[in-house]
């Protein structure tokens, strides 16, 4: 990839002028298919670390999030910008069937939040993610903190992801 971190900051989010702490560093590290964790405070950025290397890639990116609220707030702001995202938490299997089938699976980059329990026990959900492996680009686990800040008997369905993924 020859594009920089700057460069492709410029590209999707032209109203930020620079980076924020080690915002680039994870970045790089992500446009370059290696893992990062980032521990930054609320409202320090980490958003942008997740969003900018699945958009530059054009690929498809599944957000595991503990939240609704959250989920469903970066979802609004993606599509605002025009770009895929769905969030299946607090939707019925039915309303997340039809989310999944207007997902853009095929091109472009996208968005796809989901709660640690949903894959678990949702098999329609696995299906479809299996039959696109070769489009998911990123996986990010976000708020991870929530797990040991809440207690190890917080979600237990978080303790499944390494198996899933």
């Not at 702001?77 to 025009?82: E, M, P, S, V």
């Amino acid at each position: 990839m020859t594009t920089t971190t700057v460069e492709a900051l410029a590209k999707w989010f032209p109203e930020i002028n620079a980076f924020r702490d080690r915002q680039e560093n994870a970045i790089d590290r992500l446009l370059h298919d290696q893992s990062a964790l980032l521990l930054m405070p609320t409202g320090a950025g980490k958003t942008l670390t997740y969003q900018l290397p699945v958009l530059q890639k054009g690929g498809i990116s599944l957000v595991i999030s503990p939240l609704i609220a959250l989920m469903r707030e970066q979802v609004e702001k993606l599509t605002t910008r025009g770009i895929g995202a769905v969030a299946l938490g607090g939707l019925d299997p039915a309303e997340a069937q039809a989310a999944l089938a207007r997902f853009p699976w095929e091109s472009g980059a996208g968005f796809l939040f989901t709660s640690p329990e949903r894959l678990e026990t949702d098999g329609f959900l696995e299906h479809v993610l299996n039959a696109h492996r070769q489009r998911i680009v990123q996986v990010t686990i976000d708020e991870a903190h929530c797990i040991s800040q809440w207690g190890h008997d917080f979600r237990p369905a978080y303790k499944a992801l390494p198996r899933f993924l």
